[in-house]
T-cell receptor
Framework: SQQGEEDPQALSIQEGENATMNCSYK?????LQWYRQNSGRGLVHLIL?????REKHSGRLRVTLDTSKKSSSLLITASRAADTASYFC???????????FGKGTRLSVIA | DGGITQSPKYLFRKEGQNVTLSCEQN?????MYWYRQDPGQGLRLIYY???????QKGDIAEGYSVSREKKESFPLTVTSAQKNPTAFYLC????????????FGDGTRLSIL
């Protein structure tokens, strides 16, 4: 399987703290995407980073990509209770292949 | 507002019964996808369609069937051959096939009676 892996599987932090989630993948990618899923809902696309990019920002989100280590990280700064959700990385591998999702990190932000 | 609508939200299947999950999008997207999500797991691809009148099997297509007769519609049938259908089913679409972010519906939860 080419499925990526998120780390940690679960993360619990206090409101106002930063949350960092990591994603590792297996072979060359075209781009890597991060999604959020609130309980019982569909996924929402957060950010896309291309293989030739090293860092992207969107509001309180910061994503980095290290293609030499085949890994990416998602940083959520100044977390809020509303950030409580599962976060998934998804990779687009080189070639005409579908998006591959990891198993996700469950983030709990305690008020 | 543009988006993806999945119906019903909850569905129950009896033994030996086929059931169909609806997915409609008004985003004018070419590509559509069906995923299965089990508790605490990621998404596994069932079927995908790059363009109308065309679709391909994903990683877990056995026991499922789809059609793509209209650009905006991509229904999924869970057949009686799928012995463990209890799961959360998610439909998604993207502007085009290659490399694009996907937009998701809010899912259908299927259970066995």
């Amino acid at each position: 399987s080419q499925q990526g892996e998120e780390d940690p599987q679960a993360l619990s932090i206090q409101e106002g703290e930063n949350a960092t989630m990591n994603c590792s993948y297996k072979t060359s990618i075209n781009n890597l995407q991060w999604y959020r899923q609130n309980s019982g809902r569909g996924l929402v696309h957060l950010i896309l980073i291309r293989s030739n990019e090293r860092e992207k920002h969107s509001g309180r989100l910061r994503v980095t990509l290290d293609t030499s280590k085949k890994s990416s990280s998602l940083l959520i700064t100044a977390s809020r209770a509303a950030d409580t959700a599962s976060y998934f990385c998804a990779t687009v591998y080189s070639g005409n292949t579908p998006l591959v999702f990891g198993k996700g990190t469950r983030l709990s932000v305690i008020a | 507002d543009g988006g993806i609508t999945q119906s019903p939200k909850y569905l129950f299947r009896k033994e030996g019964q086929n059931v169909t999950l609806s997915c409609e999008q008004n985003l004018n997207h070419d590509a559509m996808y069906w995923y299965r999500q089990d508790p605490g797991q990621g998404l596994r691809l069932i079927y995908y369609s790059q363009i109308v009148n065309d679709f391909q099997k994903g990683d877990i297509a056995e026991g499922y069937s789809v059609s793509r007769e209209k650009k905006e519609s991509f229904p999924l049938t869970v057949t009686s051959a799928q012995k463990n259908p209890t799961a959360f089913y998610l439909c998604a679409s993207s502007i085009e096939w290659e490399h694009q972010p996907q937009h998701f519906g809010d899912g259908t939860r299927l259970s066995i009676l």
